[in-house]
């Protein structure tokens, strides 16, 4: 009689020796798959190699990379010149200066009519129709302050863009001059 022990131990060498057979067939191709793709890629890059794509891939990467340098030298100068000019700095500045009179103008208005009543009571009714008068005549003075500062944004952004359209020129013709070098290295 065949003990339970030997039947087990039995079927477990079976088993294994079985996995050992399917392991060792997925190593082999494995390997087979190995062979086979180092020998295509090998062939893959040897015509890669003699196709000369490499070679053109760097040029053209260098033509690209003139080309950024150009374009951005371009825009450099014409910020320097747009720097140079001050138009920004003087526009500012002349807002500034406009509000600053405003302002100098109303608290001049305030401690004049703060000094009347003080001085003479009996102009004090005079001096509060004068303020309510200045007051009202400020208004327009101070809507025109506020057309003179939109105007002077519609000034930046009108030169902005035509720096934004000078600055785009010049890139395309760098562009231009990056291709006909291209084309005469050729």
Known sequence: MVSKKSTSKAVSDIQ??????????????????????????REVVKAFSDSGAVMELADSVQVA??????????????TKELHNS???????????????????????????????PKSAPKTTRRAIKVAKTIKKS??????????????????ARIEANKLRRKMTKAAVTSQRRTRRIAVKRK
């Open 138 to 155: 400020s208004k327009p003075v101070s809507r025109q302050a506020k057309k003179t500062v939109k105007r002077g944004k519609a000034k």
């Open 16 to 41: 294994l020796k079985k996995r050992a057979e399917e392991t060792a067939k997925a190593v082999k191709d494995a390997a087979k798959t190995i062979r086979e793709t180092a020998t295509s890629t």
């Open 86 to 116: 001050h138009v920004a700095a003087e526009a500012a500045s002349a807002v500034e200066q406009t509000l600053s009179s405003a302002e100098e103008t109303a608290v001049l208005a305030k401690q004049t009519a703060t000094q009347v």
């Open 65 to 78: 990379a003139t080309a950024a340098k150009d374009t951005v030298q371009d825009v450099r100068d014409t």
